[in-house]
């Protein structure tokens, strides 16, 4: 079962609000990720989690917070975001993220439709 | 700069024939090649990964990788109008970044 699961589908929220995006894997993937996608654009990396180890931060501002409380959970808090940062963000998970040789297949969930006002 | 490139489309096919669909990539250390479909609104979808060169069929998909001329591309055979989407190719390199790299994506409309 190739399922990765996100909450909330859509979320609006005020440059003021607090927020969080909830993703959830049951393969047992030791690697899990979070993108964003504008309209019209591929996806773009934001974070990387490698055995619930933050391994990869793409330069992303301090407003967007990641936590992965573990190895099946990983969550995106928002705070003081701009409506820029309206966007679909995507979660996907890998088996294994350290492998050099090969990588492994990513997975991505149905996504959080964000609209920042 | 690590790249990978595709025509962004549309590629415009009729029902029921072959739609092909191509990618290339400046990083030689590629080792990985992903396709992933795209309908609009919705999530990327992993239909194919490719790690030697030759082919791999799936199904009415087959990919292609030619690791010498960097260059990867998808078939999509009796294309149907449910086939319509964007397409992207994503190449996961060597070292020690292993983020996967998307390209623009090609947008494929299959005519009824």
């Known amino acids: 079962d190739t399922e990765v699961t996100q909450t909330p589908k859509h979320l609006v929220m005020g440059m003021t609000n607090k927020k969080s995006l909830k993703c959830e894997q049951h393969?047992?993937?030791?690697?899990m990720y979070w993108y964003k996608q504008k309209a019209k654009k591929p996806p773009e990396l934001m974070f990387v989690?490698?055995?619930?180890?933050?391994?990869i931060n793409e330069s992303v501002p301090s407003r967007f917070s990641p936590e992965c409380p573990n190895s099946s959970l990983l969550n995106l808090h928002l705070h003081a975001l701009q409506p820029e940062d309206s966007a679909l963000y995507l979660c996907?998970?890998?088996?294994?993220?350290?492998?050099?040789?090969?990588?492994?297949?990513?997975?991505f969930g149905p996504g959080t439709r964000l609209t920042v006002t | 700069q690590k790249e990978v490139e595709q025509n962004s489309g549309p590629l415009s096919v009729p029902e029921g024939a072959i739609a092909s669909l191509n990618c290339t990539y400046s990083?030689?250390?590629?080792?990985?090649f992903f396709w992933y479909r795209q309908y609009s609104g919705k999530s990327p979808e992993l239909i194919m990964s490719i790690y030697s060169n030759g082919d791999k069929e799936d199904g009415r998909f087959t990919a292609q990788l030619n690791k010498a001329s960097q260059y990867v591309s998808l078939l999509i055979r009796d294309s149907q109008p449910s086939d319509s989407a964007t397409y992207l190719c994503a190449v996961m390199g060597g070292g020690a970044t292993n983020k996967l790299i998307f390209g623009t994506g090609t947008l494929l409309a299959v005519q009824p």
């Open positions: 990083d030689r250390g590629s080792q990985s």
């Open positions: 996907a998970s890998s088996q294994d993220f350290v492998e050099l040789a090969f990588a492994y297949e990513q997975y």
């Open positions: 989690y490698s055995y619930e180890k933050l391994s």
């Open positions: 393969m047992g993937h030791r690697a």
